[in-house]
């Protein structure tokens, strides 16, 4: 039984994570924004919209204290 070359298999992973590594900071940061941009909002929209959801929430009480037993 022959062992397969493990080490060349190691260098070949590790380039391939280095390139993927390195394509993620130079190009995909670039190209693609983000879900903030797709969706045309800022921060500061999601951020005053969750504050929002929150009050509401928070205003309405829980489930068990409207209904009857």
């Known amino acids: 039984m022959i062992i ?14 280095l390139l993927l590594i ?11 924004p983000g879900p903030q941009a797709a969706l045309n909002t800022s921060m500061a929209d999601i951020l005053r919209r969750e504050r929002d959801l929150e009050l509401i929430s928070s205003t309405e009480g829980t489930p ?3 209904t009857k037993l």
Request: charged share 10%; aromatic share 22%.
């Open 4 to 17: 397969p070359p493990n080490q060349m298999a190691g260098y070949a992973l590790g380039g391939m994570l």
């Open 22 to 32: 390195f394509m993620d900071f130079a190009y995909y940061k670039k190209h693609f």
């Open 64 to 66: 068990t204290q409207n």
